[in-house]
């Protein structure tokens, strides 16, 4: 199963509203990651935040990270169209390279 | 520009034969990995190697081998197609570095075992 949870797994918005995706983890991490998917396309990096950060910006993105919760949550702030595609939170464990993947949340940002 | 490329990008074929797909890049990474993506079910790993001649078993495994015999390829074969590995299949890289932990993807492989 996978380490990573989110919710919601569908939500939908209108153009400039600001969504949140949330994801939960089980195990002690080094770091979380934040990807996005368009369509038949494959994933590609958003953002990082490591273990010892509590929160971090990317231009319109907000990561942040509750590790006495093991939670992340991922906030867009003016939604465009072009936000529209999957969202996957990836978990790097303290011992471990490869990345533990959420079952992500599908945003539709309607215009 | 570096980059990671899978092939074919779509396959279909028969229960019972054996499959390889193609993962290759030119990032240099000692890291790649083999990832499965069924709808429901997120990303799971299947294979990961972090280096040539080093591979390792993910929470997918069975029904799969890889090879690393060099830095830039890292090949999934199946050995005996069943029709439950009917998927899209992703293939990353990433850096060793403990603070370079992002994961490069290529475009994906639709998968069809009939």
């Known amino acids: 199963s996978q380490q990573g949870e989110e919710d919601p797994q569908a939500l939908s918005i209108q153009e400039g509203e600001n969504a949140t995706m949330n994801c939960s983890y089980k195990t002690s991490i080094n770091n979380l990651q934040w990807y996005r998917q368009n369509s038949g396309r494959g994933l590609v990096h958003l953002i990082l935040?490591?273990?010892?950060?509590r929160e971090k910006h990317s231009g319109r993105l907000r990561v942040t990270l509750d590790t006495s919760k093991k939670s992340s949550s991922l906030l867009i702030t003016a939604s465009r169209a072009a936000d529209t595609a999957s969202y996957f939170c990836a978990s790097r464990g303290s011992s471990a390279r490869q990345l533990t993947f959420g079952s992500g949340t599908q945003l539709t940002v309607l215009p | 520009d570096a980059e990671i490329t899978q092939s074919p990008r779509h396959k279909i074929t028969e229960t019972g034969r054996q499959v390889t797909l193609a993962c290759h890049q030119t990032w240099n990474h000692n890291n790649m990995f083999w990832y499965r993506q069924d709808l429901g079910h997120g990303l799971r790993l299947i294979h990961y190697s972090y280096g040539v001649q080093d591979t390792n078993k993910g929470e997918v495994s069975d029904g799969y081998s890889v090879s690393r015999s060099n830095t830039e390829d890292l090949p999934l074969t199946l050995e005996s197609a069943a029709s439950s590995q009917t998927s899209v299949y992703f293939c990353?890289?990433?850096?060793?570095?403990?603070?370079?932990?992002?994961?490069?993807f290529g475009q994906g492989t639709r998968l069809t075992v009939v």
């Open positions: 935040i490591r273990s010892n950060e």
């Open positions: 990353a890289s990433s850096e060793s570095n403990t603070y370079r932990t992002e994961a490069f």
